[in-house]
């Protein structure tokens, strides 16, 4: 079984950087696909982005495209998101995942581990 554990989160104002990382442990993730997602008070979990097994792929949301960047490290078993002019509406609890296969996906039923999550708040 994998653990993930997030860090990095915190509060930012509006138009600053954060970047968010997942160390997994356990076993090795480097034969997966992983994946961020969020969720705001009241909303949904949503996708945010996604890399594949190879790091040769990746997603992102529209709402975060060419403002954040996933990436990941395979011999230190992490996954980062670079979050770069951060807004308000990004504000939410942030969960790294991983996928069940070695693909980059966008749908939350392919992701079978989870982190606990991390606060990131943006202040306008």
């Known amino acids: 079984q994998v653990q993930l554990v997030e860090s990095g989160g915190g509060l930012v104002q509006a138009g600053g950087s954060l970047r968010l990382s997942c160390a997994a442990s356990?076993?090795?993730?480097?034969?997966?696909?992983m994946g961020w997602f969020r969720q705001a008070p009241g909303e949904e979990r949503e996708f945010v982005a996604s890399?594949?097994?190879?790091?040769?792929?990746?997603f992102h949301a529209d709402s975060v495209k060419g403002r954040f960047t996933i990436s990941r490290d395979k011999p230190k078993n992490t996954l980062y998101l670079q979050m770069n002019s951060l807004k308000s509406e990004d504000t939410a609890v942030y969960y790294c995942?991983?996928?069940?296969?070695?693909?980059?996906?966008?749908?939350?039923?392919?992701?079978?581990?989870w982190g606990q999550g991390i606060q990131v708040t943006v202040s306008s």
């Open positions: 356990g076993r090795t993730v480097s034969y997966y696909g």
């Open positions: 995942a991983k996928s069940i296969g070695p693909e980059a996906t966008m749908s939350a039923r392919y992701f079978n581990s």
């Open positions: 890399i594949s097994a190879s790091g040769g792929r990746t």
